[in-house]
């Protein structure tokens, strides 16, 4: 597997703000050896106090149990996968209540996916985001962005009905190629409106240059993956902090 990763912060928080978007992905060896890309994104809820810890504690922690699933037990069922949630959550719980703050106050959204060496892939969302994965030519979407009723409105993990918005699937044959994951930052850029599809145009460039990449080139990658999200071009058509996980195989 091959993977990059960046985030940049929006030019709406340029003035003193901090990027609220977090993203960690790393290549994990399972119980039976194999190879699997594990990735989280999650986006602070601007309205939050504290949303960019909240982004940080999700990402961190969701990564971590499941990486730990992953190399003790195996690949992890829907109900595995959603104890782990569970758990998270409870961490930016007690953490707000250690600072006696609600467990809003830290609230973000929660993509993640695991991609298997074998064919096997999971995948979880809740809010809005994408996560995206390409077979050949042909770019698919996990699952529609949950932006609630009204703009700018989404679902988070620190909701109290968090579950209920909870996506989740487990596939145990897939043909996925590559695989991308994106906050809401670039939504406006990489999904097309009408049907609410992937933007090839978007994707198709970033994935032939990682495809092409070779393993030790990943952090020159990442580099420019940062440069890129912080081009005009890009800020332009969206002033909100971005994040993006690009993954292949090899």
Same mark, same amino acid.
């Given at each position: 597997m091959k993977v990059a990763v960046a985030r940049a912060i929006g030019v709406a928080h340029r003035d003193g703000g901090v990027c609220e978007d977090a993203a960690v992905a790393t290549c994990v060896r399972?119980?039976?050896?194999?190879?699997?890309?594990?990735?989280?994104?999650a986006d602070g809820a601007g309205s939050a106090q504290h949303g960019a810890i909240g982004a940080h504690i999700a990402t961190r922690m969701i990564h971590r149990l499941l990486a730990e699933h992953l190399v003790n037990f195996g690949f992890p069922t829907p109900v595995e996968i959603t104890t782990a949630i569970m758990a998270t959550r409870a961490a930016i719980t007690l953490t707000a209540k250690n600072f006696s703050l609600p467990t809003r106050a830290f609230a973000s959204t929660l993509l993640g996916a695991i991609l298997? #060496? $074998?064919?096997? !892939?999971?995948?979880?969302?809740?809010?809005d985001g994408?996560?995206?994965?390409?077979?050949g030519e042909i770019l698919g979407l996990a699952f529609a962005?949950?932006?609630g009723r009204y703009a700018n409105e989404t679902h988070f993990l620190a909701d109290?009905?968090?579950?209920?918005?909870?996506?989740l699937l487990v596939q145990l044959q897939s043909r996925v190629d590559a695989l991308a994951l994106t906050t809401d930052g670039l939504q406006r850029l990489c999904l097309e409106t009408g049907p609410l599809i992937p933007y090839g145009p978007f994707f198709r460039p970033l994935f032939a240059q990682l495809q092409g990449s070779g393993p030790s080139d990943m952090p020159s990658v990442s580099h420019d993956l940062r440069v890129w999200l912080n081009a005009a071009a890009i800020?332009?058509?969206?002033? #909100? $902090?971005?994040? !993006?996980?690009?993954a292949c195989r090899m």
């Open positions: 399972d119980l039976s050896g194999g190879i699997n890309l594990l990735a989280v994104v298997a #060496d $074998d064919g096997r !892939i999971a995948a979880l969302q809740i809010g994408a996560i995206v994965c390409q077979t962005p949950d932006n109290d009905d968090w579950i209920k918005h909870l996506r800020n332009q058509r969206t002033e #909100d $902090d971005k994040a !993006i996980v690009l």
